[in-house]
C-alpha cells in the first residue's frame, strides 16, 4: 500500500502561481500512474490532470491546459504540479492518486480507477 501527503497549496492572487507536490512512502511511485484531482465547495470531484508511470505521458483538463503542469521524479518518490496563471474558478482541495492498473502508456481519466489518496491540500485564489 502506498501513502500520499500533498502540499504546496495556499492563498494566492489571480495570476499567481504555486507549484503542488505530492510525496509517496510505502511503494515507490514509479509503480502507479498518478492523477491530480480537485473538489470544489458543492461540486464533484474532477481530475485536473495526470501523469504516466515513467513520465512521458500526462493528460490536463480543458479547464487548465496551457496552465498547470505536471512532472514526476521517482527517485524522490514525487509528483508536481505547477499550477500558472491561476484563476478563482481553480480555488478547490487538491488531491493526488495512484492508478494501480494503469498508467502504463497514457493517463487514464475515471476517478473511479484511483486508489490511495492523499488528504488533500487547500488552493485558494482571490481576485
Known amino acids: 500500500q502506498v501513502q500520499l501527503v500533498e502540499s504546496g497549496g495556499g492563498l494566492v492572487q489571480a495570476g499567481g502561481s504555486l507549484r503542488l507536490s505530492c510525496a509517496a512512502s510505502g511503494r515507490t511511485l514509479s509503480l502507479y500512474g498518478v492523477g491530480w484531482f480537485r473538489q470544489a465547495p458543492g461540486k464533484e470531484r474532477e481530475i485536473v490532470g495526470g501523469?504516466?508511470?515513467?513520465?512521458?505521458?500526462?493528460y490536463y483538463a480543458d479547464s487548465v491546459k496551457g496552465r498547470f503542469f505536471i512532472s514526476r521524479d521517482n527517485a524522490k518518490n514525487t509528483v508536481y504540479m505547477q499550477m500558472n496563471s491561476l484563476k478563482p474558478e481553480d480555488t478547490a482541495e487538491y488531491y493526488c492518486?495512484?492508478?494501480?492498473?494503469?498508467?502504463?502508456?497514457?493517463?487514464?481519466?475515471?476517478?473511479?480507477?484511483?486508489?490511495?489518496w492523499g488528504q488533500g491540500t487547500q488552493v485558494t485564489v482571490s481576485s
Open positions: 492518486a495512484v492508478d494501480p492498473d494503469g498508467g502504463w502508456l497514457q493517463v487514464r481519466t475515471e476517478t473511479y480507477r484511483y486508489v490511495y
Open positions: 501523469i504516466n508511470r515513467n513520465g512521458v505521458n500526462t
